[in-house]
């Protein structure tokens, strides 16, 4: 059973840091790229970033870019998306997806629970 456990969401202040974790289990990890998505209240779920299986290829939505890095440890099958600069509008329940082929921004297999991040004013 794949299991993927989104962790580190929280409340922090503008202009903030937050780092999210994502424990995978039940597949093999180092063969599947790694997606971040959000979805805020009322609003459709989005893509965030992606990182390839080997930790190559990257991609961030534009709202994102330089702000946010995502990385993982494919040892400990584990994504990372570490958020700096925050902004209320990145408020949102953050999920973790794997994908079986490619960097994608769509049609991820499996996904996380979510955990929530709020960003005050």
């Known amino acids: 059973q794949v299991q993927l456990v989104e962790s580190g969401g929280g409340l922090v202040q503008a202009g903030g840091s937050l780092r999210l974790s994502c424990a995978a289990s039940?597949?093999?990890?180092?063969?599947?790229?790694m997606g971040w998505f959000r979805q805020a209240p009322g609003k459709e779920r989005e893509f965030v970033a992606a990182l390839s299986s080997r930790g190559i290829i990257t991609d961030y939505a534009d709202s994102v870019k330089g702000r946010f890095t995502i990385s993982r440890d494919n040892a400990k099958n584990t994504v990372n998306l570490q958020m700096n600069s925050l902004k209320p509008e990145d408020t949102a329940v953050y999920y973790c997806?794997?994908?079986?082929?490619?960097?994608?921004?769509?049609?991820?297999?499996?996904w996380g629970q979510g955990t929530q991040v709020t960003v005050s004013s």
């Open positions: 997806a794997a994908r079986r082929t490619g960097v994608a921004r769509y049609d991820y297999d499996y």
């Open positions: 039940g597949l093999p990890f180092s063969s599947h790229a």
